[in-house]
């Protein structure tokens, strides 16, 4: 199945577990506009490279589309409009004021000089600003952009406006109008997500044993968020393995080892093992995957032992995996990516926020509004679970079900207040 195939199935599903009419489905099955452009940019070598780029505009029945701009040599122009469509559910259920967009490059960054990168980024950047603007589309990094690109990006359309016009891209780097919480907004949110599950079900969050899958950007602020607030970190794994102490790891040094050495097996206490997916495995209450997706699967889900997931990662969890979990009846429940890691998206709000009225919040208070958004959405999902629980005593529906339906409830009712349907 495709991408698009999926995405279109968890629309239709969804339309459908929220009683709605099918017009819903056959109106967001489709993006709002779709823009291909061609992106010339002469390489270090004096060739001219012709590359191809997309933004897909999904849907902006609740706010300006947004949404981040992803760089790959396998990205297509399908992918991009079912990654749109995501969009616009993720940012209905974080309850924040926008569509859903999605930009792509057909490129390989890896293998470009920064020079290269920055030509290619301002030529992006020239190529869809008639389609862009903080009150139009505002797009933000995805896989293999980063702050720096955002930072070229502002740069480019400013001059083209002839004034800064800072609210146009978000996740910009702080010390250009960026706010230095987007780093860890993502592990943040996905902690302040588990922890409100904890709490609900499994009487709190403090001294719960945590498994990290994972130990990149977002696994590793997860890892320091559920530290900081009391939980016992027990396991961490990157390609190298998996670091595992029932008693839990020094988290702070754990980061150090990983970023001064690359590996996280050269932590020097616990218990190391070289599978690591062993950190799926290990005895935790709550898991944490933070890293890629597929990898709790049909073939493996049987060893899982935690009672909570909480998706750090986009799409770790296969459905048959779920299934597989659901059946179990110590389960409690997979918090989905789309409710558990939207902290990088409802950072982006705050972002766009401070730039329109050019005023900063401190770090801190940032940090409470994503967490007091965080802990509105799960209570949200939560309630609407139980609510379709009820309902529909004839299936097994999971959290994920209740988040995409609100989504979609969310979405549906602003386009028929508009009159769109
Ligand atoms: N790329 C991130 C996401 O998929 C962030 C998008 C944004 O901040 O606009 O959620």
Redesign the pocket.
């Known amino acids: 199945m495709s991408y698009l195939e999926w995405m279109l199935s968890v629309l239709k599903n969804s339309v459908e577990l929220a009683g709605l009419p099918q017009e819903v489905y056959d109106y967001l099955s489709k993006p709002d506009r779709v823009l291909m452009v061609k992106i010339p940019v002469r390489m270090d070598d004096g060739r001219l490279m012709v590359f191809e780029g997309y933004r897909v505009q999904h849907n902006n029945a609740l706010g300006p589309y947004?949404?981040?701009i992803?760089y790959h040599p396998e990205v297509t122009l399908e992918t991009d409009i079912a990654?749109a469509m995501?969009?616009t559910l993720?940012n209905s259920l974080a309850g924040i004021p926008?569509g859903g967009g999605?930009g792509a490059v057909k490129c390989d960054p890896k293998k470009m000089s920064m020079r290269e990168l920055e030509q290619l980024s301002r030529g992006y950047a020239r190529a869809i600003a008639n389609i862009i603007g903080p009150e139009i589309d505002?797009?933000?990094?995805?896989?293999n952009t980063n702050p720096q690109i955002m930072a070229w990006m502002v740069d480019e359309y400013s001059k083209l406006k002839g004034y800064n016009v800072p609210g146009v891209f978000?996740?910009k780097p702080p010390e250009l109008w960026g706010n230095p919480v987007r780093i860890y907004s993502?592990g943040f949110g996905t902690v302040i997500a588990a922890k409100a599950a904890a709490e609900k079900w499994l009487g709190g969050f403090e001294g719960k044993t945590v498994s990290i899958h994972g130990f990149g950007n977002v696994a590793q602020y997860a890892a320091y968020w559920a530290n900081k607030y009391g939980a016992k970190v027990v396991a961490v794994s990157d390609t190298s393995g998996t670091v595992y102490d029932p008693k839990g790891l020094d988290v702070e040094l754990a980061m150090k080892v990983k970023n001064e050495t690359g590996k996280v097996i050269n932590y020097p206490h616990g218990e190391k093992i070289s599978d690591s997916d062993a950190s799926l495995y290990v005895e935790a209450d709550i898991l944490m995957p933070c890293a890629i997706e597929n990898v709790i699967t049909e073939a493996n889900a049987n060893k899982v032992k935690a009672k909570l997931i909480a998706e750090g990662a986009?799409g770790p969890t296969t459905p048959e995996a779920e299934r597989i979990l659901y059946s179990r009846k110590d389960f409690i429940a997979a918090i989905p990516d789309i409710l558990a890691?939207?902290g990088?998206?409802i950072?982006?709000?705050l972002e766009w926020v401070e730039n329109l009225q050019w005023y900063f919040w401190e770090e801190e208070e940032t940090r409470e509004r994503i967490a007091a958004i965080m802990e509105k959405n799960f209570k949200r999902t939560a309630e609407r679970w139980e609510k379709l629980k009820e309902e529909r005593k004839d299936k097994v529906v999971t959290m994920r079900d209740a988040a995409f339906v609100l989504a979609v409830e969310r979405v549906y009712k602003a386009m028929k207040l508009r009159g769109w349907l």
């Open positions: 947004k949404g981040g992803r990654l995501g969009m993720k926008y999605k505002i797009p933000a990094p995805d896989v978000t996740a993502t986009n890691n939207a990088g998206v950072m982006s709000y």
